[in-house]
Structure formats: C-alpha cells, structure tokens
C-alpha cells in the first residue's frame, strides 16, 4: 500500500527552465511534507517542508506547493540548474517526528 | 562537524548468514532511524529510536530483523539468515530532538547484497 506517489521516475529539463516534480498522497492524517534530494552514494538531503496549514513555502529557487484537498504536492525549481541533477525524494508524516513515508523518487536531469 | 557515518559501506553476504550494520549518528543527536532503499524503490521506515522512549519498530519487515541503541548514541541493525529480498542500500539517520521536522540528517547508507 504505497501512500505516498511519485508517478515519474525521470524527467528532463533544459538548464534555465522550470522543473516541476510532483507527488501525491492517500493518507489524509499526513500533516507535514517533505521533499530530499539525493546523489549516487550519498544520502539523501533535506530540501524543504511544508506544514498542511499552509499551501506554499519557497526558499530561494525551491517552491513547494500543497493541494489538500487534491492530495497532491509539487516541487518547483526556478531556475534550473545542471547541479540540481539528482533524485528527489517527496516523504510525508503525521506527527512531530517519527518515521517518514518516502515516495518511490523521481531522477531529475537537467542538461546545459 | 561530523555527519551521520555507517559501516560498512558495501556488504555480500551468503544467503542464511547473519549481518550486522552500524550507525554512529550526529553527536547529541537523540533521535535515530533506520530506512532501507531496494532498487528502483523509495525509502522505507524500518525502526526509529527517540531518547529513552521504546523504539518504533513498525517498520521491520519480519522477526529475522532487529536493532538496539547502545548509550542513546550508536545503533545496530542485526539481520538474521539472510535472505536475497533483504539486499538493499540500508540508511542510517539522525535528528535533534526538538527541531523543525524533516531536518534527518541521513547517513551515506550500506550496500546489502545477499547471495
């Protein structure tokens, strides 16, 4: 039972444009969402969050975009860049720590 | 400072040996997780230790799966007769109790191979 979705594997982006990677949820109990980002043979690295109180949060290039009603969250990268080359990783959770439900990842590549 | 280590790094193992993986997290870190990632799947919650509390082991997948924190700091995770399914990228994390949620600082994981 995966309550957490990242339906694209992969996506392709030109340098300077904008990524967008999504992800869905069924679990409505989840209050706070997450999404990492991780390289080949490192761990993965917190990115930004959202509280389900609020329905946008941006830090620098990185936007996060909450739907409760739809379940659904996105990530926004503005502008693009080759570094950001890596999986990102959306996880959700229902409580002030505790375990975190990670979706399946979604391999970002962004070509100059 | 240091970051969140594992050892080892890469792990083969025969299928029906038992494994034991070591996570050392971040120095006054009081919360600890396990995760494991199989190929072409997400992360998923094996156990999480928080202070003196009783661990959180929903998430471990059969009997033949264990772990302990020793001193409220490093922590192993013990697998039992091994089996193919168990190989995996097995991660290591750690958070301070207290901050912001989602600030788990993952370690660079253990390559399980069973075979």
């Known amino acids: 039972d995966q309550q957490v979705k990242q339906n694209s594997p992969s996506l392709s982006v030109q340098e300077g444009r904008i990524s967008i990677l999504n992800c869905d949820y069924t679990n409505s109990m989840f209050d706070y969402f997450l999404w990492y980002k991780k390289y080949p043979a490192e761990g993965p690295t917190f990115l930004i969050s959202i509280s389900s109180i609020k329905d946008k949060n941006e830090d620098g290039r990185f936007t996060v975009f909450l739907n409760k009603s739809a379940k659904h969250l996105s990530l926004h990268i503005v502008p693009s860049q080759p570094g950001d080359s890596a999986v990102y990783f959306c996880?959700?959770?229902?409580?002030?720590?505790?375990?975190?439900?990670f979706g399946q990842g979604t391999e970002l590549s962004v070509k100059p | 400072g240091a970051g969140v280590s594992q050892s080892p790094s890469n792990k083969v193992t025969e299928k029906g040996k038992d494994v034991e993986l070591r996570c050392d997290p971040i120095s006054g870190h009081t919360a600890l997780y396990w995760y494991r990632q199989s190929l072409g799947q997400g992360l998923e919650f094996l156990i999480y230790f928080q202070g003196n509390s009783a661990p959180d082991k929903s998430g471990l997948p059969s009997d033949r799966f264990s772990a302990e924190r020793t001193g409220g700091s490093v922590s192993t995770l013990t697998i039992q007769r091994t089996q193919q399914e168990d190989s995996a990228v097995y991660l290591c994390?750690?958070?301070?109790?207290?901050?912001?949620?989602?600030?788990?600082?993952f370690g660079p994981g253990t390559r399980l191979t069973v075979t």
């Open positions: 996880a959700a959770a229902y409580n002030q720590g505790g375990k975190l439900i």
């Open positions: 994390a750690s958070s301070l109790e207290g901050t912001r949620l989602g600030e788990q600082y």
